[in-house]
């Protein structure tokens, strides 16, 4: 995969077989629970509303390696992503087509293949949002990590609302940050930002 094709990519099961062992488990998992998030809000999930408003924070717990297939009971909303595909090394990008489209659990949401398209670049969006430009790294300096700027971040990590990203921008760019990846990535407007958004990592030392 070149860099060009990264950048416009709508295919995320590629974008995932270029990411392999360049991305942690902790990012590729709050993929997967960035991703089925929304479909699982759609009706006809085998889970009440109850359930479904603890699986946010199941994510993050999975993601950050606090919860496991074998600690998530099947019947839990984390249990329905059959997190044991992402359990070993072994993870494959095929391994991710299936779980998107041929999960038994998403039987009440078989997508038309117009609307998998649709939901193809949703995933890859959310891939560019928390893993970057990996033909570009950026090297984050510690200056960069004001009070303010930490601050900011945490708060938007936390509540799971980026409506302040451009704020965080003009932060970083008080503190010196004139690098344009990192501030075109806040001050974008039609940019989706999720928890693992790259910026947000590097600032908040998230790996």
Known sequence: MREA???ASADPTWMLKY??????????????GEAFLPISQRGGCPLDDEKLSLLPNEIDEWANGKLDSRTVPYSSPLGLFSCNLLENDGFHYFDFARLVWDHDWLD???????????EAARFAVLL???AGNPFRPVAFLPAWRTDTVVALARTMYDSREFSAMPILADALQDAGCENE??????RDLNQV???????????????
Do not use: E, P, Y
């Open 181 to 186: 990846q990192v501030l075109n990535h806040c």
């Open 5 to 7: 094709t990264w950048l």
């Open 128 to 130: 560019r949002d928390i």
């Open 108 to 118: 009440a949401h078989r997508l038309a293949k117009a609307q998998r398209g649709v």
């Open 19 to 32: 990411l392999r062992r360049r991305m942690s488990r902790r990012k590729l998992r709050l993929f997967i």
């Open 193 to 207: 930002h999720v928890r693992g958004c790259w910026v947000l990592d590097a600032v908040l030392q998230k790996s």
